[in-house]
């Protein structure tokens, strides 16, 4: 198996996470929390002057500018229409900011609990903003990110699996055989259902991605969003037997 010589976040000391917001004219005090974020890197970083900041250095080689951008504008469109989504703060009119190699945005903290899914007052008032969400998102394309299809999330990672030797020698039949049988099955559901509409998403709408207030939720993360079905913005809210996520998805 072959294993990368360094990790893309070896240069991101604390120190540059520092220096790269001081970078843009803030006065850090040196508190520094990192952040769960899965792919990213993540951190509350507290000011001197005034409340703390939180900023997400992109993992390099993952997006381009060009995709980066696209992701904050549509945050900024959203926010203009009054739904909740927590949008980067602009420097010189700037929201995406290269430091040493890095790219990074920096947010305001907003604060908030995990929704209660069992409520359906809740399920049904996320539902609306979700509504919202794509209603807006439906006005024109994505140019620069990807859409969720069977070919970009299925076909091209199991073939990037197997061309870099990713896997155990002993594995890499099952694996192709196992994957091979679960992308067929995907491909007949994308075939019965037929064409069906693509707009801009959110793109990773689970719990952990939005914050609730007694005024309601806010939106974070939109760094997956993509085209795609608009049921790809539902379906990590449902959870439970079928009745229940029936229910559920009822109410959203």
Request: charged letters at 25%.
């Given at each position: ?10 240069a991101?000391?604390p ?74 703060l ?17 947010y ?32 024109r ?11 970009r999330?299925g ?45 801009r ?10 914050l ?9 993360d ?6 795609g ?24």
């Open positions: 198996m072959n294993t990368p010589s360094a990790h893309p976040y070896d991101l000391t120190e540059r996470v520092l220096d790269a917001i001081e970078s843009l004219g803030l006065r850090c005090d040196g508190y520094l929390q990192a952040l769960n974020s899965y792919e990213n890197r993540v951190y509350q970083i507290g000011l001197v002057d005034g409340a703390p900041v939180v900023a997400k250095f992109y993992r390099p080689a993952r997006w381009t500018e060009a995709q980066i951008l696209e992701e904050h504008e549509f945050a900024f469109e959203l926010a203009e229409r009054e739904i909740p989504v927590v949008t980067p602009r420097f010189d009119g700037a929201s995406l900011h290269r430091y040493q190699g890095f790219l990074f945005a920096v305001p903290r907003r604060g908030g609990r995990a929704p209660d899914l069992e409520d359906e007052q809740t399920l049904e008032r996320l539902g609306r903003f979700i509504g919202r969400i794509h209603a807006v998102g439906s006005i394309p994505f140019r620069h990110r990807p859409s969720l299809d069977v070919r999330f076909y091209e990672p199991r073939d990037y699996l197997l061309a870099h030797e990713c896997l155990p020698e002993e594995l890499r039949e099952v694996y192709r055989g196992v994957a091979d049988q679960a992308l067929a099955a995907v491909q007949r559901l994308f075939d019965a259902a037929g064409p069906v509409r693509s707009l998403l959110h793109g990773d709408c689970h719990p952990g991605n939005l609730w207030t007694d005024e309601g939720p806010h939106f974070v939109l760094d997956d969003a993509c085209m079905p608009a049921v790809q913005d539902l379906w990590m809210l449902l959870s439970g037997e079928r009745a229940a996520m029936t229910r559920q998805l009822s109410v959203l």
